[in-house]
C-alpha cells in the first residue's frame, strides 16, 4: 500500500493552527485563509518550506472531512429581493389596497395616493429582524390606463368623420367625462388634459392626463352615443305604458 505523500495531521484544532485560523471556521473564511497558507508555504517561493506545504494541505484535508458540504461551498448567500407592490393607475390616483406576499404571508397593504413607479413603500418593523421594510413601486396598466412619471396616459376612439370635419369631442376620463373641440383638417393626435395626472405628492408636481386619438370607423360621434343612451331609457318606459 502506497504511503500518503502528506504527514498526518493529529487534532482538527492542530489543523486549524496550521491555516493560521484561531478557532472554527467556514466557508469564505475557512477558504481565504486555506489560500493564504497554502501560498506562504509554497517550497518555489521565497519563505516557503515544502514540509509545512504538505502539512498545510494535510490539515486543509482535515478540516473537510468535519465540515459541513454547505459550509465548504460556501455560496455567497444573498438576501431575497423585496417583493414588488403593483398597483393599478386608479390606486396611484385615488390610493387603494395592494396585496403583498411577504414571507409566506399575503398582506393587505394602504396605499396612499400619488404613488409613482420606482417610489417605496414603507412597512413599519416588517422585516425580519424588526426593521421597516421598503417595497418598490410598480404602476401596471389597467382598465385602459397607463402611468409614466407624473402623467396618466389613456386611448379614445374618435370617428374619423369628427377628425376631418371637426366639432366637439367628449372623453369618459377617470374623472368623468371632458369636453374639448376638434379643429377640421388641424388636429394634434394626442390631447393633454391638464392636472388629470397622478397627484401631486412631496415634491413631485400633480400631472396631466394624456389622449391619444385613435381613428375609428366604428367609433359612435357624440350625438349617435347620446341618442342610444336614451333610446334605452325610452323604449321600456313606452312598452309599459
Known amino acids: 500500500m502506497r504511503a500518503s505523500p502528506y504527514p498526518e495531521v493529529a487534532s482538527l484544532r492542530e489543523a486549524h493552527a496550521l491555516l493560521g485560523l484561531t478557532g472554527p471556521a467556514e466557508g469564505a473564511a475557512l477558504t481565504l485563509a486555506f489560500r493564504a497558507a497554502v501560498k506562504a508555504a509554497r517550497p518555489d517561493l521565497p519563505g516557503g518550506d515544502e514540509d509545512r506545504f504538505r502539512r498545510v494541505i494535510a490539515a486543509w484535508r482535515v478540516i473537510l472531512t468535519h465540515t459541513a458540504p454547505l459550509a465548504l461551498a460556501a455560496p455567497t448567500v444573498r438576501p431575497p429581493s423585496p417583493p414588488v407592490v403593483a398597483i393599478s ?61 407624473d402623467d396618466i396616459y389613456m386611448t379614445c376612439p374618435v370617428p374619423t368623420r369628427l377628425l ?78
Request: hydrophobic share 40%.
Open 164 to 241: 376631418e370635419d371637426g366639432g366637439r369631442l367628449t372623453i369618459d376620463t377617470h374623472d368623468g367625462e371632458r369636453s374639448t373641440w376638434i379643429v377640421a383638417g388641424h388636429q394634434p393626435l394626442r390631447l393633454r388634459l391638464k392636472g388629470l395626472g397622478l397627484p401631486a405628492r412631496g415634491p413631485r408636481p400633480q400631472g396631466h392626463l394624456f389622449v391619444t386619438l385613435q381613428p375609428c370607423e366604428d367609433a359612435l360621434s357624440a350625438a349617435e352615443d347620446l341618442l342610444i343612451r336614451f333610446t334605452r331609457v325610452w323604449v321600456p318606459d313606452r312598452m309599459a305604458a
Open 89 to 149: 393607475p386608479r390606486d396611484a390616483i385615488d390610493g387603494g389596497v395592494a396585496e403583498v406576499r411577504l414571507a409566506g404571508r399575503t398582506l393587505r397593504v394602504r396605499v396612499p395616493a400619488g404613488l409613482r413607479t420606482g417610489e417605496h413603500l414603507r412597512l413599519k418593523a416588517a422585516s425580519a429582524d424588526g426593521e421597516d421594510l421598503y417595497l418598490p413601486v410598480l404602476i401596471r396598466g389597467a382598465d385602459g390606463l397607463g402611468a409614466i412619471g
